[in-house]
């Protein structure tokens, strides 16, 4: 079962944030086979952390809840809330076999909450810029609730047209960048 957890930070916690980063890293090692996508969301300053993305495929629902819960930021207060659904990987790949690499361009996440009936299942035929597509879904993953994207965009605008505006309540577009451990 794929997952989309996404941390998002609480206000002024970026030095708490800073102490944990190996904390956190150590912590994620532990999950390093079963990831799909990870990375921060960062402010327009591009460098002030606003949230933590991380797209893994668990064996239930438990142990996604255990991932999100026991995470070391989190356990510190680091985060204010977290989003926490099923997902459907339609790119069939993970973070690093995007063929645009871990750098260069802007990176973006982009959350449709959906309302209503279901809207882009299918994957968008521009397709080289996305790094990771699908659906966020119910629990027992046959609702659909919306739609997480990461891509390359040359600005928050294309980013967000990546979605069908008019089948959404909400969409959110964050400022991304490849996590992990510096190589």
Known sequence: ???????????GSGPLR???????????DQYAKEMIARGPTLADD??????????LDLPDHATA?????????YQ???FRDVL????RNMLGRTMWDFPGGRTGGNRYLVIGLGTGQAADLAVPRE?????????LLSDDGTTW???????RAPDPESARAVLTADRYADIEVHNWQFGGRPS
């Open 18 to 28: 800073d102490e944990l980063l190996e904390r956190h890293w150590s912590y994620m």
């Open 84 to 87: 926490l659904r099923r997902w």
């Open 46 to 55: 591009g460098d002030t952390a606003t949230g933590s993305v991380h797209i």
């Open 127 to 135: 397709r080289d810029e996305l790094i990771a597509y699908g659906p």
């Open 1 to 11: 079962m794929e997952f989309l957890c996404y941390h998002r930070d609480r206000p």
């Open 145 to 151: 609730l919306g739609t997480a994207v990461l891509l």
């Open 76 to 78: 510190a207060g680091v």
């Open 65 to 73: 809840r255990a991932f999100v819960f026991d995470e070391p930021n």
